[in-house]
């Protein structure tokens, strides 16, 4: 609890006639109990009292920010649920939101006890206000929005100016179409390959099956696009308001039919984890497992699955791996070792490294391509193909094929010159191609978005622009 | 709007990000925000004071697993729903009758995703009223009436607080995974056990927040865009894979992309995902025409080419006569490098001899496959299978892009 020096000694000695209540006072903590008794005694007294004091006020002040204020202020915003997850979803560890909450409330206990001071200068009847809890908690939601609507917009200009690693492409120019092209998005190891076709052959049954709902499925097999009936095709997936239209689900507003379509699309995700949980529970488990032995940093295989320096060595020079088995195969770990691996979440799924977008770290940890290579190799990118890297004698027939069996591959860049990014698009860009002032505004504030999907659900049903938006514009990806 | 709130849009998507992760509803989120929005709204002399600590809805696992929508006002819990577009409110009947709702619901109208109000109390009376007649059913509806003047400090303040059930023991993991994923078999006295008993025992939680990152709605979601993105790249490479290997159904291909994708798994732009891929397929394609030793003979050249050995040095490391070889290559011109692995004719051999001058020896039609026609014939069937290989060369760079 941070109360400074502040303790019952100097409240009593500043408020003697708040005595008769310490008798009744008994805490052993004596800072805790400071702010405790303050909170007893309540703003309306603590406010009169600050008002009839002269030549202390500014020591009871004092006493007020750090056994009042600032307890209050750490207790409110330690638990500030838009906080937490604003933290959270940056990955900023516990500790570092703890550091984060207790220098947000020095600050903002200066602030209140500013408006504190100017309420005694006006002297109103109702200036007890500013030291009322529920004055202090609306004060700190306020704050924690425009310290989230800061710091993300200065996030966006930041991102937009530097790259994080200049070494890689910006995976803004790529387009969430395009979304299969980063690197490991969607790698898929074997094992997760086995289920994958195993629940298409179940969702194939289970729309053949005479007495199972079939609407409810179809809505699911073109929301995710699954390529599961004519309805619907893979890889694409649709919007609310595309399936409406797909399925003629039939309301009278927009919003209705959407409220349908999201009735029919829980039904539709319910039926398919029942059947998951009766026929393949080995599903879940393949899911839960994600670090990939191909791709892991040193520090995450020594961290997470608790590999010694000699099996790390082995894992990077051994890369890449099609199956967990092959850790053993090659001499990389025992195979006493592998189930305790698997259990920590190991899991081997290869990974095509594109020598046109990919890090030189990627390229060195991953393909095995030399490091001083591997720098030159990003120099003179982009590759039209990788039978490139022989004509430009930067690898020789052997050391080629080593790397593309490790993964090396050299992919075509992808543009779209008619449409513009959402996600980067200035304001005036928006409104110049038909976007509300509203909706450009908001999204702007808001983006990156990586669906269409997403856009749909935050904009709501009614939202003006959406053909403009949809027609007009494709989703860059970010680089969070 | 009268008493309508306004919420920030950057709030919107945070509780966005959070509900997509955890497969939750966003419109429940985005009522509790209005409710909380409002509270702030009130005098503070009214002192409505949020607990954001004791509320259930703080805990993912809890929200994703049971639906729990929560806030902890001057110290009575709270449900919070949101009207639908029919003008109902609806509710887990897990939820009912039990600690969780011991102080009602209240009901907020959104209009779009940024503004919202409070519009309706629900005591836990009434829906306990509903609950009853409710018969199997795993959620029931209310429509509650609507008031645009609703006000929130005096309906706060005026709380009607249901007597405290008796606590339920700490459920089985077991129990909690069947009622997150299979829940309209789990019977709703059951159902309510496991609730109560989750709730009451903090402990525990830990053990809902597995079960839910194995089967809440939001995993279920992760699952079919992995499903979606894995069926679109067999359709893509069935799309480009079919027209070269005429010989194999569409539906074998497929067959052989699922196949490689479960031992190689799901990168087709891999090189060793390509390589086995077009092996196999190059086989199949040949075992339609060929069988025993020719086609073990053609499918290794044709594996050695695609491994990026020329097609004639690989003929010659698996053919041990170079002269068939030689001949087969002169029928091949002849035939402009169609494949149709048919053995050769007496004429086309004729000719093949008259362009190399080669003694009668060929003509006699040999049994002696070191030297005779069959040398020739199998020679012009693995020239056709390192044909087709090198043919395959071109898709392999298509492949690596797909």
């Not at chain 1, 020594?302 to 890449?320: F, P, V, W, Y």
Request: charged share 25%; net charge negative.
């Amino acid at each position: 609890m941070i109360t400074g020096s502040a303790d019952l000694d100097t409240v009593f000695e500043l408020a003697p006639e708040w005595e008769q209540l310490r008798r009744n006072w008994q805490a052993e903590n004596r800072n805790t109990a400071a702010t405790e008794f303050l909170n007893k005694v309540g703003a309306k007294a603590i406010f009169h009292k600050a008002l009839a004091l002269k030549g202390e006020r500014e020591r009871f002040l004092q006493l007020l920010q750090s056994a009042y204020y600032q307890p209050m202020l750490t207790k409110m915003l330690g638990c500030n649920q838009n906080l937490r997850r604003f933290l959270g979803q940056r990955h900023v560890a516990p500790e570092e939101q703890r550091g984060q909450v207790i220098s947000f409330a020095a600050e903002l206990s200066q602030k209140m006890l500013a408006t504190l001071v100017k309420q005694l200068g006006s002297g109103q009847e109702d200036g007890f206000k500013a030291l009322l809890p529920a004055y202090v908690q609306r004060s700190v939601h306020n704050a924690v929005i425009d310290y989230i609507r800061n710091e993300a917009s200065w996030e966006r200009q930041t991102l937009q100016d530097v790259s994080l690693d200049p070494q890689q492409d910006d995976p803004r120019s790529s387009v969430a179409d395009d979304i299969t092209f980063t690197p490991e998005h969607r790698i898929l190891s074997g094992e997760q390959v086995s289920q994958l076709n195993e629940l298409r052959c179940n969702l194939d049954a289970m729309l053949k099956d005479p007495q199972t709902a079939k609407e409810p499925l179809i809505v699911v097999d073109c929301m995710f696009g699954l390529g599961l009936t004519p309805k619907s095709a893979t890889g694409q997936e649709m919007t609310m308001r595309e399936c409406c239209e797909k399925l003629d689900l039939q309301g009278e507003t927009m919003a209705r039919r959407i409220a349908k379509c999201q009735v029919l699309l829980d039904k539709g995700l319910e039926m398919v984890r029942q059947k998951i949980y009766k026929d393949m529970p080995g599903i879940a488990e393949c899911w839960q497992r994600g670090l990939n032995v191909n791709t892991a940093s040193r520090r995450e295989l020594a961290q997470q699955l608790g590999m010694t320096e000699g099996e790390i060595d082995r894992c990077i020079k051994s890369r890449q791996f099609s199956r967990e088995d092959e850790l053993i195969e090659r001499g990389v770990v025992k195979d006493t070792r592998l189930p305790e691996l698997a259990k920590k979440g190991a899991v081997a799924a290869f990974v095509p490294v594109d020598l046109n977008s990919a890090t030189a770290r990627d390229i060195t940890d991953i393909v095995g391509v030399p490091k001083e290579l591997a720098q030159r190799l990003v120099s003179e990118r982009p590759f039209k193909g990788i039978e490139e890297l022989l004509a430009k004698k930067l690898a020789s027939k052997d050391d080629l094929s080593i790397y593309i069996q490790r993964g090396a591959v050299v992919r075509a860049k992808f543009s779209d010159n008619k449409r513009m990014d959402l996600n980067r698009a200035q304001l005036e860009d928006l409104v110049q191609l038909g976007v509300d002032a509203d909706t450009a505004n908001v999204i702007i504030r808001t983006r990156p978005f990586m669906t269409w999907g997403e856009v749909e659900e935050f904009l709501g049903a009614e939202a003006p622009s959406w053909v403009i938006l949809r027609q007009r514009f494709f989703l860059g990806l970010s680089s969070g | 709007m009268i008493n309508e709130v306004e919420i920030s849009p950057e709030v919107v998507r945070l509780a966005q990000n959070r509900t997509r992760n955890m497969g939750s509803t966003l419109a429940d989120e985005l009522a509790r925000n209005i409710v909380q929005e409002a509270i702030f709204n009130t005098d503070v002399a009214s002192e409505l004071l949020i607990d954001e600590d004791m509320a259930y809805s703080n805990e993912d696992a809890l929200v994703a697993a049971f639906g729990v929508n929560d806030l902890v006002i001057n110290g009575s819990r709270v449900d919070v729903r949101i009207v639908d577009e029919e003008g109902r409110v609806s509710i887990s009947r897990a939820l009912l009758n039990g600690s969780y709702m011991t102080a009602g619901t209240l009901a907020v109208q959104m209009n779009g995703t940024l503004n919202g109000k409070v519009i309706s109390y629900i005591p836990a009376s009434e829906w306990a009223s509903i609950d009853s007649q409710a018969g199997d059913q795993q959620t029931v509806y209310l429509r509650p009436r609507l008031d645009a003047e609703f006000d929130l400090t005096d309906t706060i303040s005026n709380l009607k607080v249901s007597e405290a059930v008796k606590a339920q023991p700490a459920p089985a993991p077991f129990d909690v995974a069947t009622l997150v994923a299979n829940r309209t078999e789990v019977p709703m006295r059951k159902q309510r056990q496991i609730v109560e008993g989750t709730l009451s025992h903090p402990e525990t939680w830990s053990q809902v927040e597995k079960v839910v990152a194995t089967w809440s709605k939001g995993t279920m979601r992760r699952l079919l865009d992995d499903a979606s993105a894995w069926n679109q790249r067999v359709e893509k490479l069935v799309d480009k894979l079919s027209p070269k290997f005429k010989r194999i159904g569409r539906d074998d291909v497929k067959q052989v992309v699922a196949r490689i994708g479960e031992k190689l798994g799901g990168q087709p732009e891999s090189g060793a995902f390509r390589k086995a891929l077009l092996s196999t397929l190059a086989h199949e394609e040949l075992a339609h025409s060929l069988g025993g030793q020719a086609l073990r003979k053609a499918s290794d050249v044709a594996e050695a080419v695609l491994s990026g050995r020329a097609v004639t040095d690989a003929i010659k490391d698996f053919a041990k006569n170079p002269v068939a070889v030689e001949i087969a290559m002169k029928i091949k011109q002849q035939r402009n490098h169609v494949n149709d692995f048919m053995d050769a004719t007496s004429q086309e051999l004729s000719s093949a001899f008259q362009q190399m001058a080669l003694q009668p020896v060929y003509q006699t039609h040999s049994q002696d496959t070191q030297a005779g026609v069959e040398s020739v014939n199998e020679a012009l069937k693995m020239l056709d299978a390192g044909e087709l290989a090198e043919s395959l060369k071109e898709l392999d760079k298509e492949l690596s892009n797909i």
